[in-house]
């Protein structure tokens, strides 16, 4: 069984464009959560996409966005980079959600705004 | 909602030693407690999830228990091997009515000396 894919696994952007990461569940997995990783903040939680819709939410400004398809791949995207966004952001899959279910985390995709 | 913090932040042990530690996490609304191992370079890997206050769970020679009335939980390595060495991450499920979040705590970071 296929694990989580994120893609790419690296990438390099400048201040103020855009940036869309995408990840690919478990088969048979409809939930997809995204969290960033600093080395000063820990992972920090992003949000939680469940059968399309946006379930659960943490406490990152509306630069932040996601959304997941009918396939349950999930797509995060950040808008008008800041250098502070540089950070591994990983995804990851559930059956049926964060909680108190196992979640299954993916490689990471690794961003550096410059 | 406050922190989750996790202690020590890092340790040092000998092949061989027994290690244990800690996480703390706010007791009000908890819905769930999880632990991952997390090497260098690779996903973080699941250990357990716990719900229940009094929840024992083991895997091969690692150990988790919890407390959910005073918000603690220990996780236990018996006998630690080099192959242990990574960082140990918790993670305490908050229900903030119709949003959960996930909070992470720093981790511990573990090397076992050969």
């Known amino acids: ?114 | 909602i406050l922190n989750v913090e996790q202690s020590p932040q890092s340790l040092h042990v000998q092949e061989g030693d027994s290690t244990n530690f800690t996480c703390s996490f706010p007791s009000s609304n908890f819905y769930a407690l999880h632990w991952y191992r997390w090497e260098t370079a690779k996903s973080p890997e699941a250990l357990f999830v716990m719900t229940l206050n009094g929840d024992e769970k083991k895997k091969g020679r690692i150990s988790a228990t919890l407390n959910t009335k005073e918000g603690y939980s220990y996780l236990y390595i018996k006998g630690s091997q080099p192959e242990d060495s990574a960082t140990y991450l918790c993670a305490s499920g908050q229900d903030a009515g119709n949003n959960r979040k996930l909070i992470w705590g720093l981790g511990t970071s573990l090397a076992v000396n050969p």
């Open chain 1, 1 to 114: 069984k296929a694990g989580v894919t994120q893609t790419p696994r690296y990438l390099i952007k400048t201040r103020g464009q855009q940036v869309t990461l995408s990840c690919s569940p478990i088969s048979g997995h409809r939930s997809v959560s995204w969290y960033q990783q600093t080395p000063g903040q820990g992972l920090q939680f992003l949000f939680e996409y469940f059968s399309e819709t946006q379930r659960n939410k943490g406490n990152f400004p509306g630069r932040f966005s996601g959304r997941q398809f009918s396939n349950s791949r999930s797509e995060m995207n950040v808008s008008t980079l800041e250098l502070g966004d540089s950070a591994l952001y990983l995804c990851a899959s559930s059956a049926t959600g964060i909680s108190g279910n196992t979640i299954y985390f993916g490689e990471g995709s690794w961003l550096t705004v410059v």
